[in-house]
């Protein structure tokens, strides 16, 4: 039997074997490898089917040389590295893996808050320095529990959060751009009133041009000398540069970051301030969340040739 055509814009090495695995099933043109950009795209004229990350993306350009061109499934919850308004001007629709990733991400938001809290990663660093040894004092973190979280975003993610910062009795108030009439936790009126309300600001909303630079200096002046920034969102959602001085100034109380503006570039100044937690963009980097957002992928690209609906198309 003839093997589907797939052009596959960027390697899915977040879930191991994925790549293999497509390429054993199908016939798979693999755009990131080709050393002629205009020679693989040129090939693929017959092909329906884009298979792309959240990291790799796909332009325009991209999906114009493709005048087959059907569907675009990406292995990623979000889809701001897509373009979005081309594929539905195209009549290409797009997928990606939601849900499957919230437990994980939700996770991992939690265990950066209490990580900047209470110092672990400055703790880890405290200890392997030997600075215990030599009878130094570690400087005091910040309780978690009982405390306000605001949290911009308060979306499948978001809610999974909120379901977790329960659990250690915090409060809870949220920001979006409409009122979710399914929960009990207050709406803040604006993302200024939510941060000076909160000792924590979890960011969890979309990335995209709506959402660039959303968290900006006012924000984080706002949030303040003992408030403490989460992004498990996307870089370019925090003015990063404004983020940094703030930090530095101690006008902004501290930073755990999963996520960065020019990935995988993070700056400099920011590395050197001790109260700030970095993390590789890795939110969902557990093997039994990397394995389902695989498995969601290939459901989207089974159902496609074998003619049933997408299960996740987002336009």
Known sequence: MTKSRILQIGPLGGTPGADAHLTQNYDILAYWQAEDKAAILADAKDVEMIVTSAGAGCTAAIMRALPNLKVICNWGVGYDSIDIDAATALNVKVTNTPDVLNDCVADEAMGLMIAAARRIAQGDQFVRANEWENKKDLP??????????????????????????????????YFNRN?????????????????????????????????????????????????????????????????????????????????????????????????????????????????????????????????????????
């Open 140 to 173: 005091l973190g910040t309780r978690v529990s009982g405390k306000n979280l605001g949290i911009v975003g308060l979306g499948r993610i978001g809610m999974v959060i909120a379901k977790r910062a329960s659990g250690f009795d915090m409060n809870i108030q």
């Open 179 to 315: 009122k979710r009439d399914d929960v009990t936790f207050e709406k803040a009126d604006s993302l200024v009133d939510l941060a000076k309300w909160s000792d924590f600001l979890m960011v969890a909303t979309v990335g995209g041009s709506q959402t660039k630079a959303l968290i900006n200096a006012e924000v984080m002046r706002a949030l303040g000398p003992k408030g403490i920034l989460i992004n498990i969102a996307r870089g370019p959602v925090v003015d990063e540069t404004a983020m940094t001085q703030l930090l530095a100034s101690g006008e902004l109380g501290g930073a755990a970051l999963d996520v960065f503006e020019h990935e995988p570039t993070v700056p400099d100044a920011l590395k050197l301030i001790p109260h700030v937690v970095l993390m590789p963009h890795q939110a969902s980097a557990t093997h039994e969340t990397r394995q389902a957002m695989f498995g969601l992928v290939l459901e989207n690209i089974q159902a496609y040739f074998a003619g049933k609906p997408l299960l996740t198309a987002v336009n």
